[in-house]
T-cell receptor, first 117, second 113 residues
């Protein structure tokens, strides 16, 4: 299995620009999670989906952030307009609840390192 | 979910066993103990999890005290590649409705040559 795939790995853009981060979960997984990691706040959950439906978006910092999951194999996290304080590493993770007793609760991608200038 | 307490940092010599402690004194009966680690610039990597019994896999061993208020992750023969931040997380299984993994600050383990 290819694991959770995120793109791009690195993104540098100017303040005010729209940023789109992409995630392909592991095939067959029914949950998808978006996290953000900064030195100050550590690893924090932004939003998660179950069967493509957003379940809990209480961690989304503000209206500039939005996430979608149009199908089981693709999700996006969008920031518009971007600000320097959005600079962080963004991780996507997926899980298969039915197999959790015998496999990791969440599998993580290698993240997107976002820098807003 | 129960709160966990871990030392901020630890050092271990290469080839020796690394023992990482975690306190979770408020753990509930149906909460599991999960361990993840994060190597620099990579996503968190699952290591092991357990409920009551000690567990072992190809990466590590997990020792849970009888009262379940604390646990220890053991890397039996640490290598330089084990240098990472190790997270101890306590949570009920997803079948009981919990989905979130709440990451604390973890323990920064440094393996020295």
């Amino acid at each position: 299995d290819a694991g959770v795939i995120q793109s791009p790995r690195h993104e540098v853009t100017e303040m005010g620009q729209e940023v789109t981060l992409r995630c392909k979960p592991i095939s067959g997984h029914d949950y998808l999670f978006w996290y953000r990691q900064t030195m100050m706040r550590g690893l924090e959950l932004l939003i998660y989906f179950n069967n493509n439906v957003p379940i809990d978006d209480s961690g989304m910092p503000e209206d500039r952030f939005s996430a979608k999951m149009p199908n089981a194999s693709f999700s996006t996290l969008k920031i518009q307009p971007s600000e320097p304080r959005d600079s962080a590493v963004y991780f996507c993770a997926s899980s298969d609840v039915a197999r959790e007793e015998v496999s990791p609760p969440q599998h993580f991608g290698d993240g997107t390192r976002l820098s807003i200038l | 979910d129960a709160k966990t307490t871990q030392p901020t940092s630890m050092d271990c010599a290469e080839g020796r066993a690394a023992n990482l402690p975690c306190n979770h004194s408020t753990i509930s009966g149906n909460e599991y103990v999960y361990w993840y680690r994060q190597i620099h610039s990579q996503g968190p990597q699952y290591i092991i999890h357990g409920l009551k019994n000690n567990e072992t896999n190809e990466m590590a061993s997990l020792i849970i005290t009888e009262d379940r208020k604390s646990s220890t992750l053991i890397l039996p023969h640490a290598t330089l590649r084990d240098t990472a931040v190790y997270y101890c997380i306590v949570r009920v299984a997803s079948k009981w409705g919990a989905q979130k993994l709440v990451f604390g600050q973890g323990t920064r383990l440094t393996i020295n040559p």
